[in-house]
């Protein structure tokens, strides 16, 4: 016995005791500084065992007791299974506190366990969002992991309005309006890490459609050495970093790990020295000494309006969430030419198409040309589960799909527990830098087609996002099967 899994987490967390581990004589038990001595006679008695007991600091007993319970072994989809179709909806408006520990909710109604059991199995694994979808027949809960959806579980039909109105409360939207798409936040905390939500929910034919994304305020943030950029591609991308003005552009898809990409490299800039502001939709991680702004659509704050405050604070780096209009890029070019650095995220395929991606929305070619240094375009790919992955010798198929650097032994997915079955544990990124030379720029001044700019930048060394990926492949990484998938023309 171990993991201190006999003892309620609401019971450790109040009296400062942690169950460690249990023989045949005796029990092993953490005790905080500050804990209930009284608890130990309680415990001594439930176990019949003489207690073993260790005194440790708050701080160091905090971090075990998250560590224990966080990874605790139970499965969302059993609790769903042990929940009837006959629901009380008194039940589900039990007040919630401001910020609610999931692992103290364990004797709510079933409800609200079976919520409280899904969002702390999605943190445990890893997802970053998780769907409740209504069918004619059926409810599916499905987790995305490492970009790729599965199934969780199967609640009854009838239990699908009852979720919906519950997770709504969780949030403070309105449980009656079931007719319009509404959007909101949560709060909550597993084992003490602090985990936001961002919750959506669409109507459709069969009921209310929710998707939750996770926002892990306690995820280890990443320099650009983790991100797993290759040696030039870094050193070309902290060279532009370190420009005293000009905009800096990283582009992809939802989910394709820009906002990381951004942090890192804000992470990287000495805040001591510079004034870095940021706007964002929403403030994803708190960066210490950077200035951060959540823009608010319901009190008219959008991404311009915050950008012309920004401005008047005298800022060094400027960092944007997303540039989705003319006003924001606008701002942003401005601001570069008055002598800030400004990195923002533009949502298109590669680096090339997001020069006519901006002069489509009306920017002038002639201001693009003199103030844009550089477009980072990024993917993230699975890596391949080191317990399980298996080689192959590379074939003529691959050869076709990868060309004449195609690596002559590939590594390929399997299955074992250690990766839940999937044969991937984790991802990495891929990446495509353009740089702006002279030559790039007067291309962007005449207006040139992005088959034109493509062609420079390969001339001038610029890798595509799947010549990048067989650096991945040739070091066993990830499989042709996955980097064909998230590179495919």
């Known amino acids: 016995m171990s993991g201190g899994i006999n003892i309620p987490y609401g019971f450790a967390k109040a009296h400062g005791v942690l169950l460690v581990g249990a023989g045949g004589e005796s029990a092993d038990v953490l005790l905080r500084e500050d804990g209930n001595l009284a608890a130990l006679t309680e415990l001594r008695r439930t176990l019949g065992l003489p207690l073993n007991v260790e005194s440790i600091s708050r701080s160091a007993f905090e971090a075990r007791l998250a560590e224990t319970y966080s990874q605790q072994d139970g499965s969302a989809a059993e609790v769903v299974a042990d929940v009837g179709q006959e629901v009380d909806l008194s039940q589900l408006m039990t007040e919630l506190p401001p910020v609610e520990d999931l692992l103290e909710s364990q004797d709510d109604a079933p409800i609200i ?8 199995q999605a943190v445990r694994d890893g997802a970053s969002d998780v769907h409740i979808e209504p069918y004619e027949h059926s409810s599916v809960v499905r987790f995305r992991r490492d970009g790729v959806l599965h199934d969780v579980a199967r609640p009854h039909r009838a239990l699908h309005a009852a979720m919906a109105s519950r997770i709504k409360i969780m949030a403070n939207l309105d449980i009656a309006e079931k007719r319009l798409p509404q959007d ?6 597993l084992a003490g890490r602090q985990v936001d939500v961002r919750l959506s929910t669409l109507p459709t ?4 459609r929710i998707v939750l994304r996770l926002l892990d305020k306690g995820a280890a943030q990443l320099g650009l050495d983790a991100l797993g950029m290759a040696d030039d591609t ?21 989910g394709s790990g820009k906002s990381t990409t951004l942090y890192a490299a804000l992470q990287g800039m000495d805040a001591g020295r510079l004034n870095i502001v940021t706007v964002e939709d929403p403030v994803e991680f708190d960066l210490p000494g950077v200035g951060q702004i959540h823009v608010n ?16 604070q005298d800022p060094d780096v400027i960092m944007i969430g997303e540039i989705r209009d003319l006003e924001t890029a606008q701002i942003a070019v401005q601001a570069s030419l008055t002598g800030h650095l400004v990195l923002a995220t533009l949502h298109t395929n590669d680096a090339a198409s997001a020069v006519n991606r901006l002069v489509d929305m009306g920017v002038e070619p ?44 590939v590594s390929i997915a399997d299955s074992c527990p250690a990766c839940g079955h999937t044969g991937y544990a984790g991802r990495t990124g891929i990446y495509e830098l353009i740089t702006v030379d002279d030559t ?19 001339a001038t060394g610029a890798r595509s996002l799947r010549e990048d990926g067989l650096r991945l492949l040739a070091a066993g990484l990830t499989s042709p099967e996955e980097l064909l998938r998230v590179t495919r023309d």
């Open 113 to 120: 366990r079976m919520i409280n059991a899904l969002l702390t």
């Open 234 to 254: 870094r050193n070309r991308f902290a060279t532009l970093l370190s420009q005293p003005h000009g905009i800096v552009l990283v582009t992809g898809p939802t």
């Open 297 to 312: 659509s319901k009190i008219d704050l959008s991404f311009a309006k915050a950008l012309r405050a920004i401005l008047r």
């Open 440 to 458: 790039f720029g007067r291309q962007i001044h005449n207006r040139a087609d992005e088959s034109e700019l493509r062609e420079h930048a390969r």
């Open 366 to 409: 002639f201001l693009l040309a003199s103030t844009l240094r550089g477009v980072l375009a990024q993917r993230l790919v699975r890596r391949l589960c080191t317990s399980c992955r298996q080689s192959r010798s590379a074939d003529d198929a691959d050869r076709e799909l990868f060309g004449p650097h195609t690596p002559e032994t």
């Open 205 to 208: 034919t069969h009921g209310e």
């Open 184 to 189: 909101g936040r949560i709060t909550l905390r």
